[in-house]
Structure formats: structure tokens, C-alpha cells
């Protein structure tokens, strides 16, 4: 069974700061893993999506990364800014035929002017 | 474009109550639809999903249940509601290899 974690819980950072959320799975064979950004009481948006095959995606600030054989990605924020701060969830996609898609628990990101 | 459209937005419902959130999507044909929650101060839990018209995947046993009558529409439902049965509800659809998500439902159930 999958299961995936996100240490920390919840960060604080003054804003300017270089900052690295965690993602960790149980189960290496996954199709995909994505980084979603969850403001306070609204849905989900996309930010990130890494194949099993690819080490690591950019799109402006952010750079996530994907080690499949050891079960972890990271999501790098860099020069972070008080528009950054919501809660930060990673999900893993198991594989083509098989539509699970199992979150973590969310990193709830404060960045502090 | 393609567009996703939740609602009700918000709810407050007494124990016993049914329930009945709706989710559809435009811009696209037979998408994966998919049925979230999120407990307070917890991560999202899959409840449904489906990939295609009344074919229904329920992932943990519960109070609840999902029918897609449509081949863009999503319904949860429940004949009554628990305490229990609170939380901020997400449709989703996924696109390739991306998932997006509706701008959610709050419950609550008193």
C-alpha cells in the first residue's frame, strides 16, 4: 500500500530565504508525482509535475526533484516571498492503468515579511 | 478551455440529512473524475473515483456514495449525514498525466 509523507508539518521563514519541502513514498513504482499549492480554503493548484523517468522539473522559483529509488522528492522554493506562504501537498500516481492518486499530508509554508 | 464547477461552495447540514455535491467539467470528454476530502489539519483523502459514465470506484467504506450520471458530471451523496462527514470536499479531474481540482465544498455537519 502507498503511503506518502511530508516532513515538515509546517515551516516558517523570514522572506528572502532558500527553503526545501519534503515528499516521501512507500511504494518506488509510481508513474508520477506532482507538487500542489492548497491556499487557506480553496482547491488545489498545480505547480509541478515530474515523471518516473525525469530527475527534476523547474518553473520559475520553484525546482522540484524526484528519487525514485529511494522513495523521496524535494521541492525547492528559492527567494521566498509572503505570496509564497499556503500549504504545499505532493501526490504520487501509481500507474497508467491504475488511477489512484494518493496525497501527502501538506507542508503549511509561512513566509514572514 | 477546459473548467471545472463545484458547488455548493459552502453548507451547513443537520445529522440525519442527506447530502448531494455536484461537479462538472467542460472542454473535455470521458475524463477521470475523482472525489476528495480533507479533514481539518489533515491530508486529502480519495473517496471515488471514476473512469466513465456509472463506473464508480469507491477507495474506504463509508457513509457516503458517488453516481456519474453524465460523462462530465460527478455527484457525492448521502441519505444521512454523520458528525463525522465534515470536511472540505474536492472534485478533481485529471488531464494526461496532470489532476486539477474544483475550488471545493465546505460541510458541516451539525
Known amino acids: 500500500k502507498q503511503e506518502v509523507t511530508q516532513i515538515p508539518a509546517a515551516l516558517s521563514v523570514p522572506e528572502g530565504e532558500n527553503l526545501v519541502l519534503n515528499c516521501s513514498f512507500t511504494d518506488s513504482a509510481i508513474y508520477n508525482l506532482q507538487w500542489f499549492r492548497q491556499d487557506p480554503g480553496k482547491g488545489l493548484t498545480s505547480l509541478l509535475l515530474i515523471q518516473s523517468s525525469q530527475r527534476e522539473q523547474t518553473s520559475g522559483r520553484l525546482n522540484a526533484s524526484l528519487d525514485k529509488s529511494s522513495g523521496r522528492s524535494t521541492l525547492y522554493i528559492a527567494a521566498s516571498q509572503p505570496g509564497d506562504s499556503a500549504t504545499y501537498l505532493c501526490?504520487?500516481?501509481?500507474?497508467?492503468?491504475?488511477?489512484?492518486?494518493?496525497f501527502g499530508p501538506g507542508t503549511s509554508l509561512s513566509v514572514i515579511p | 478551455s477546459q473548467t471545472i464547477h463545484q458547488w455548493p461552495a459552502t453548507l451547513v447540514q443537520p445529522v440525519g440529512s442527506p447530502l448531494s455535491l455536484e461537479c462538472t467539467v467542460e472542454g473535455t470528454s470521458n475524463p477521470n473524475l475523482y472525489w476528495y476530502r480533507q479533514a481539518a489539519g489533515r491530508g486529502l483523502q480519495l473517496l471515488f473515483y471514476?473512469?466513465?459514465?456509472?463506473?464508480i470506484s469507491s477507495e474506504v467504506p463509508q457513509n457516503l456514495s458517488a453516481s456519474r450520471p453524465q460523462d462530465r458530471q460527478f455527484i457525492l451523496s448521502s441519505k444521512k449525514l454523520l458528525l463525522s462527514d465534515s470536511g472540505f470536499y474536492l472534485c478533481?479531474?485529471?488531464?494526461?498525466?496532470?489532476?486539477?481540482f474544483g475550488e471545493g465544498s465546505w460541510l458541516t455537519v451539525v
Open positions: 478533481a479531474w485529471r488531464v494526461g498525466n496532470t489532476i486539477y
Open positions: 501526490a504520487v500516481r501509481r500507474g497508467t492503468s491504475y488511477d489512484k492518486v494518493i
Open positions: 471514476s473512469v466513465g459514465i456509472g463506473q
